[in-house]
């Protein structure tokens, strides 16, 4: 069988849960393969709202198993939160949740050196959740971290203490206060619980599965212009969120990939610092902010607002070799006269359809193209066919554009509101 993948298009939080929630049941397994508890993915089940942070996006569906993938990091307080809060909720998580030994663990201390870095560069700083996961990442790279697996191990307590007396000694540089003995206390704790669950080598049981014709949607974290190599370097996050991403995080071969799902928003948001060509500081973007309630789903940030980035979305669509696209929020733009969508940067008086090597420094001078609303609610609509002409007037000019199918239109945060162009047989 075959592997999906679901990511996001544009900078995060394009609404990756409600589509992996609603596709979950035509899968055997949903896999998470990067990021940590930096991401929020926001799910509305009969009126209720669930937010998960490090488990997959299919934990609510009665069909498919659970794989936290080595490639996510771990914060084992909030993983305890989370599922204690899924528990409480009906979920049965103990048996449908396998977490790889190769996870990386966020520390105590790996959240204190996030906070202090951030604290020292001031007016530069990146826009870090505070998690502790680009500190974790380092860790990780630099050969020096601390996984799932060695909870187990009796030398657990030593690597711990090595790599803690590490973290203390790089905070001296930083003029920074914090108190470790709670957060320590409690992280213990944590790691208690994480032990009773299941615990796998999730390569061999992805692989298994995959030979014996099981199917797979890799779920994806955070948005690709977030990636740490291909986004709008240094204000990205510290993980691969792009397909190749899937490959490592997961252990899978890219030769298994099937369909690739890129979720994007019909318009765009970012949190955090960063270049963001289309933000509006204006009415515009601040009703867009109000309307489509934009504010972090982690950290409760308000989330800056701009049109749709169509330069931006075809690089996205070219590096990861998407064959989809899901398109969410679409509802948020009912009442709106005049939908804009960029089609050209100016850089240097020169038009271009090009993602530039550092946006973060050069200045980049949005073109629009003007597109008549639909004025019309998206919500009354089920079926492709009975969308409102202005609307798909709207999908053509994008799909011309990005020469890629919107297969699937989000009209409203609830599990039931997508409206599909074709029959999603097609997914594996």
């Known amino acids: 069988m075959n592997v999906d993948i679901l990511l996001g298009l544009q900078w995060g939080d394009e609404g990756k849960g409600k589509i992996i929630d609603y596709l979950a049941p035509k899968y055997d397994i949903i896999a998470r393969f990067q990021g940590g508890p930096n991401a929020g993915h926001t799910l509305v089940i009969n009126g209720e709202k ?229 933000e509006l500081l204006n009415d515009t973007g601040e009703l867009i902010r109000k309307t489509g309630s934009e504010f972090g789903a982690t950290t409760g940030r308000p989330r800056r607002c701009g049109w749709i980035d169509l330069p931006q979305l075809r690089y996205a669509i070219m590096i990861n070799g998407v064959t989809q696209i899901a398109m969410t929020k679409a509802d948020i733009l009912n009442d709106f006269e005049v939908i804009e969508a960029c089609t050209d940067y100016k850089v240097d008086g020169k038009l271009s359809r090009e993602v530039p090597y550092d946006m973060a420094n050069t200045v980049i001078e949005p073109q629009y193209h003007k597109l008549c609303g639909w004025k019309t609610d998206l919500r009354k609509f089920n079926t492709y066919d009975d969308l409102p002409e202005t609307f798909l007037g709207y999908l053509s000019f994008v799909e011309e554009y990005l020469g890629t199918e919107v297969t699937m239109i989000s009209t409203g945060p609830e599990r039931e509101r997508l409206v599909f162009k074709r029959a999603m047989e097609a997914v594996s």
């Not at 794989?67 to 771990?74: A, C, D, Q, R, S």
């Not at 030593?158 to 914090?178: A, G, M, Q, S, V």
């Not at 890799?218 to 510290?238: K, N, R, W």
């Open 50 to 278: 669930t937010v998960l942070h490090t488990v997959p996006s299919g934990i609510l569906q009665d069909r498919p198993m659970n794989v936290i993938g080595n490639g996510v990091v771990i914060d084992p307080v909030t993983l305890r939160k989370e599922i204690e809060n899924l528990n409480s909720k009906g979920v049965d998580v103990n048996k449908r949740l396998f977490i790889s030994k190769k996870a990386h663990l966020i520390l105590p201390t790996h959240k204190i050196l996030d906070a202090a870095s951030e604290a020292a560069k001031g007016v530069e700083k990146i826009g870090s959740t505070l998690r502790g996961i680009s500190p974790t990442y380092m860790d990780k790279t630099g050969r020096n971290g601390l996984r799932i697996g060695d909870i187990i191990s009796p030398a657990f307590k030593t690597i711990y203490n090595r790599i803690k007396e590490k973290h203390l000694n790089l905070l001296k540089i930083y003029d920074f206060e914090f108190s470790l003995d709670e957060i320590e206390t409690t992280w213990f704790e944590a790691i208690e619980f994480v032990k009773s669950l299941n615990l796998i080598d999730s390569e061999y049981y992805l692989n298994n599965a995959l030979a014996n014709g099981k199917s797979i949607l890799a779920e994806g974290a955070q948005g690709t212009m977030l990636d740490i190599d291909f986004g709008t370097y240094p204000y990205v996050t510290s993980s691969n969120t792009i397909t190749s991403g899937a490959c490592n995080g997961l252990g899978i071969p890219p030769t298994k990939i099937k369909e690739v799902i890129g979720i994007a928003k019909a318009y765009c948001t970012r949190v955090g610092s960063g270049p963001f060509p289309t």
